[in-house]
């Protein structure tokens, strides 16, 4: 089974800098996924990692440590479009995604 | 079209009723899955398929089933709807199973079972 966590609800200044933070208990592993979820809307692919370090892309960077089971998702320059659910998903040694019950992030102006 | 496409957009349904939800991609992805998101549990895997022709159970299968007899399209069928069915549901696809191979989402199915 898996087993991931992820805080329920973070809220941040617009302009400032938010981290998600995920860990994880999975049986095998085959890479760690960051979606966006807007209200009412479908999640869309922000990022991937399946080694060890930083993935940056845009104001959007995401880190991994396998031995930890550790991967957070870092927003810069924080805008009020960036209000959304943001969902940890990690690939299992079945290469089925199993996801986080998500993050919701509220930017106040 | 171009993308993944579901239907019906919602849907309020009498248990005990039979339905089949509609899922249609044009990618030719050869993996396809099928979500339930329930508040507070995140997405949950319901089957999938890694390819025409297969399909397999994900973590909650239990009163659905699924069909892939092409590539392109994967209904999801409640045979006998219960109220604990009442969810959004998401198809998705990707181009393989593995790999950095991202999944794809469909816009959702609500579904309100009464």
């Known amino acids: 089974g898996q087993n991931i966590d992820q805080p329920t609800e973070m809220t941040a200044t617009e302009g400032a800098i938010v981290q998600i933070n995920c860990t994880y208990q999975?049986?095998?592993?085959?890479?760690l996924f960051w979606y966006q979820q807007h209200a009412g809307e479908a999640p869309t692919f922000l990022s991937y990692n399946v080694l060890d370090g930083l993935e940056e892309k845009g104001r959007f960077s995401s880190f991994l440590s396998r031995s930890k089971g550790y991967s957070y998702l870092l927003l810069k320059e924080l805008q009020m479009k960036d209000s959304a659910s943001y969902l940890c998903a990690v690939r299992g040694g079945d290469y089925k995604l199993s996801f986080g019950a998500g993050t919701t992030v509220t930017v106040r102006a | 079209i171009a993308g993944i496409t579901q239907a019906p957009t919602s849907q309020i349904l009498a248990a005990g009723r039979r339905m089949t939800l509609r899922c249609t991609q044009d990618m030719r992805h050869n993996a396809m899955y099928w979500y339930r998101q329930d508040l507070g549990l995140g997405l949950r895997l319901i089957h999938y398929?890694?390819?025409?022709?297969?399909?397999g159970k994900g973590e909650v299968p239990d009163g659905y089933s699924v069909s892939r007899a092409n590539t392109d399209d994967f209904p999801l069928t409640l045979a006998s709807a219960v109220p604990s069915q009442t969810s959004v549901y998401f198809c998705?696809?990707?181009?393989?199973?593995?790999?950095?191979?991202?999944?794809?989402f469909g816009p959702g199915t609500r579904l309100t079972v009464l």
């Open positions: 999975t049986s095998g592993f085959n890479g």
């Open positions: 398929s890694n390819t025409a022709g297969t399909t």
């Open positions: 998705a696809s990707s181009e393989t199973s593995g790999g950095s191979d991202e999944q794809f």
